[in-house]
């Protein structure tokens, strides 16, 4: 059945909410430089295609993506970054979770594909525990497939053991797996899926031409036990871009990627699904309020 919000028809919609058991994931990420070599969009891509991969495996409805997520804003932030105050992202992201829950659905999950989002939907969460709300909400982070967890993977399972890697491929993850591959921000992990769903996006003849590494200005306030806005990552990586370069990453590591974090994404949206206390709790906190 068609599982995204957006594709379904009114006189469906019941029925995609009996389906999915009343649970619903809306897909995040943000619009901001990754790099020269990755789109603005490559965290609302990811996301969203995960998740409705997901979907045919583990039927839930698909909510219209949420872009718009957290990015500092300020003259200094890369051509075509968008950036919207947190009150707004809370105050947005609260008002369609009521609307969610207006049309059916009593549990939401969120699939965040930005790090930057962490911090304010743990303060989301919170709030929302100081709320009469008829639904619950959770968030499931995106992991990073390439090149660690499949290469870690193929040692505990076996060469061949992902179908669409080549022998090459294998010894290319074995090899940054073993150098302790950074892959943060723009790097092999974003690449990768990146390359499996969109390959036509990825410029790899951009690589080489920045630095992904961290300047290492503010590692003495860290040392020191000192936290500042945003931790200083937008001093440390000012060239947006956090990882070495995912040199000989292609279609084939990208797809195995993909392929790994649906059936991942899949697996918590049916624990989700079936779960029978998220709400109890949930409502359980509400009484005497």
């Known amino acids: 059945m068609e599982t995204r919000w957006l594709y379904t028809t009114s006189e469906n919609f019941p029925a995609l909410v009996e389906a999915s058991k009343k649970t619903c994931v809306i897909p995040m990420g943000c619009v901001e430089k990754h790099g020269l070599h990755l789109p603005l969009g490559t965290d609302c891509i990811h996301s969203s295609h995960i998740a409705y991969e997901a979907s045919k495996l583990e039927t839930v409805c698909v909510f219209p993506d949420f872009v718009f997520g957290d990015v500092p804003g300020g003259p200094a932030m890369p051509a075509g970054s968008i950036s919207v105050p947190v009150e707004m992202e809370m105050a947005l992201l609260e008002q369609l979770c009521d609307q969610i829950s207006r049309n059916g659905f009593e549990k939401i999950i969120i699939f965040n594909g930005h790090g930057g989002n962490n911090p304010w939907l743990n303060t989301f969460l919170r709030n ?79 690589l080489g031409i920045v630095s992904g590494l961290s300047t290492g200005e503010t590692d003495y306030l860290k040392e020191a036990g000192i936290t ?43 624990v989700v699904k079936e779960d029978k206390n998220m709400l109890r709790w949930h409502t359980e906190f509400q009484k005497g309020m």
Not at 161 to 185: C, F, Q, T, V
């Open 128 to 206: 929302l525990m100081n709320k009469k709300k008829p639904y619950v909400v959770c968030v499931v982070m995106i992991k990073l497939q390439a090149p660690h967890m499949m290469a870690e993977y193929l040692e505990q399972n076996g060469a061949g053991s992902i179908p669409e890697l080549s022998p090459g491929d294998e010894r290319l993850l074995a090899d940054y797996h073993e150098m302790g591959m950074k892959i943060g921000h723009g790097g092999m992990g974003e690449t990768s899926y990146l390359m499996g769903i969109c390959p036509e996006s990825v410029k790899m003849d951009r």
């Open 228 to 270: 500042v806005r945003d931790g200083g990552w937008n001093t440390n990586y000012p060239n947006a871009y956090h990882g070495h370069d995912p040199v000989g990453c292609n279609e084939r590591i990208g797809k195995a990627a993909v392929r790994l974090e649906t059936e991942r994404l899949a697996h918590a949206i049916k």
